[in-house]
């Protein structure tokens, strides 16, 4: 009989993952999955989402003022908006802070994104800076 392995990737459940969006810790398992949800493909939007998250029950809270349906849902997107503004501009910074604190390195850049840099950076000097 042979024992079977855990995969070496390990994603959150649900409580973690929620605790994760208001800036839990997650165990040394799971950075690999960290790693990938802070620099992987989709980390801009999965960012705006986890953005979202703390701000549910305001949102929630926003369609209980009294008034009008349409002025509580103009209120609720205004904070929707109002929040996607500050987590989009905050993006990088808490992109570091969640990086250090799973202790892997704050500069830590997607694979992808800097050999395309590195292409990019040949191609201008090919056709840019040539000594001839």
Known sequence: MTATRKPARK???PLQWIGYSFGRTLPPSMHEWVRNDLTGD??????????????????????LLPGPLA???????????????YSAAYMEPNRKRRLERHGLPADLQNGRKIEQFEAEKARYQRLYRSDT
């Not at 002025?71 to 503004?85: D, H, I």
């Open 42 to 63: 989709h980390a801009v939007p999965r960012h705006l989402i986890r953005g979202m998250v703390p701000f549910l029950p305001l949102f929630g809270a926003g369609f």
């Open 71 to 85: 002025l509580r849902g103009g209120v609720v997107l205004l904070g929707v908006l109002l929040a996607l503004f």
């Open 11 to 13: 994603r959150p459940g």
